[in-house]
């Protein structure tokens, strides 16, 4: 691998490092991972140790009103003000599964999330909380953490790919955070795998959410969840058997397109979806095989995540502390 280090870029959006760096070394962090299933919150200490943790099932149809108030909720419990050990966090950090623009904190769309269009949840949740927020695409949070303390330490060129109740992706390139114009790289499950094909949540017909995400598998057996579509393969459901080759192909030659396309040193892959067994994995491999290149393929391995469910919350204490010192992602050392 050639060296990791680069140019510190300016600070990241959202935050004055001027009135918050004289407090940064004794900063508390809650961080927030908004998923189409479960929201999560945790309280980082200082040392970036985790002290308390809640979750709450995501009521992904109820708005985003709702949405505020549960994660309002959860940032109460974890930061003790329901249990009379409270600790004042210096900023709350919000992973969320759709386009974000993290300079404005406005969600321009959430497909898995009913009624998000243009929601600006930083401003929300700062006037209910009372506390200075950011918000940052989920997916790209994962990357952070991953590279930072997960399967991606040592690269330089570095994707997390996410394939869970909706897909996404957070790309490191050359050392940085990519975000792309306006915050919104990483929507790796919005391209168009098959014309004229299954219906996604975004309104768009074929894209890969609505074939390989877990909403797209359990829609195409007819089943309620994923899970139940991957425990029938492995008893030999031929349905449920060929629903499962058919996604892992199509989402194996949109890895096998994003390796070519980015030359990456590795891939990781997180999300309950990689746990739907051998069939699923097998198909997978070869079709990213089948969908890149061989030169670009050798140099990049291909990794399950290790950060697992902490992925996001750890990628938002990452992101809160460099805000906190006036750094961009960096890898640590």
């Known amino acids: 691998m050639s060296d990791r280090h680069g140019e510190r870029p300016t600070a990241v959006p959202n935050m004055d490092r001027r009135s918050v760096a004289a407090g940064a070394s004794d900063a508390h962090v809650v961080a927030v991972d908004l998923g189409g299933t479960w929201a999560r919150a945790a309280l980082f200490d200082p040392s970036g140790a985790v002290i308390r943790r809640a979750r709450v099932g995501t009521d992904r149809d109820g708005g985003p009103a709702r949405i505020v108030e549960q994660l309002a909720t959860l940032i109460d419990e974890v930061a003790g003000r329901r249990s009379g050990t409270e600790v004042t966090p210096s900023v709350a950090v919000v992973g969320v599964p759709g386009v974000v623009n993290p300079d404005s904190g406005v969600v321009y769309s959430a497909a898995n999330l009913a ?108 089943a309620e969840r994923a899970e139940d579509v991957a425990a029938a393969a492995a008893a030999g459901d031929v349905e449920s058997c060929r629903v499962l080759i058919w996604a892992a192909h199509h989402l194996g030659l949109a890895l096998g397109g994003l390796i070519n396309l980015l030359a990456l040193d590795a891939v990781a892959l997180g999300g309950g979806v990689f746990a739907a067994g051998d069939l699923f994995w097998d198909t997978l491999s070869a079709a990213i095989a089948e969908g890149s290149w061989a030169t670009p393929r050798a140099h990049c391995q291909i990794m399950h995540a290790e950060l697992l469910d902490d992925a996001g919350l750890v990628g938002a204490y990452e992101l809160a502390a460099d805000a906190l010192v006036g750094y961009e992602a960096q890898p640590h050392d």
Do not use: K
């Open 115 to 222: 009624d998000w269009r243009n929601v600006p949840l930083r401003r929300m949740l700062e006037e209910r909380m009372a506390l200075p927020c950011m918000v940052e695409h989920d997916a790209a949070l994962a990357a952070l953490a991953e590279y930072r303390r997960g399967a991606g330490r040592g690269c330089v060129n570095f994707a997390y790919v996410t394939v869970s109740t909706g897909i996404g992706a957070g790309l490191i390139l050359n050392n940085q955070l990519y975000r792309g114009q306006q915050g919104t790289a990483g929507e790796f499950g919005h391209m168009v795998s098959i014309p004229n094909g299954p219906l996604c949540h975004c309104g768009n017909r074929g894209c890969l959410n609505a074939i390989a995400s877990g909403d797209g598998i359990a829609a195409a057996a007819g």
